[in-house]
């Protein structure tokens, strides 16, 4: 399993990023995929989750309206677009696949909101 995240940066607040993650060596499209983030000196937090098809996907309380997350299983990739960015959103970004008792991270992405 390889999960390869692009797509952070610096942006000023109220601004928006799309974030991307590849994912490789397993049946992408049979599997709800995840959107975690840590920020320094916190617990890594959920984020957003999707369905493996892409019908059901639900998000974290504090990114209810901003953040969209979208899968193509195409292209085996899974994105989060995120809007009205706020400084507290400052984090590393991880894309997430869960089977059974095995969890599988990419390396992350680094999102940083200030002006």
């Known amino acids: 399993v390889q999960l390869v995240e692009s797509g952070g940066g610096l942006v000023q607040p109220g601004g928006s990023l799309r974030l991307s993650c590849a994912a490789s060596?397993?049946?992408?499209?049979?599997?709800?995929m995840n959107w975690y983030r840590q920020s320094p000196g916190k617990e890594r937090e959920f984020v957003a989750t999707?369905?493996?098809?892409?019908?059901?996907?639900n998000y974290a309380d504090f990114v209810k309206g901003r953040f969209t997350i979208s899968r193509d299983n195409a292209k085996n990739t899974v994105y989060l677009q995120m809007h009205s960015l706020k400084p507290e959103d400052t984090a590393m970004y991880y894309c997430?696949?869960?089977?059974?008792?095995?969890?599988?991270w990419g390396q992350g992405t680094q999102v940083t909101v200030s002006s």
């Open positions: 997430n696949l869960k089977n059974g008792p095995w969890a599988y």
């Open positions: 060596g397993f049946t992408f499209s049979g599997y709800a």
């Open positions: 999707i369905s493996s098809a892409g019908g059901v996907r």
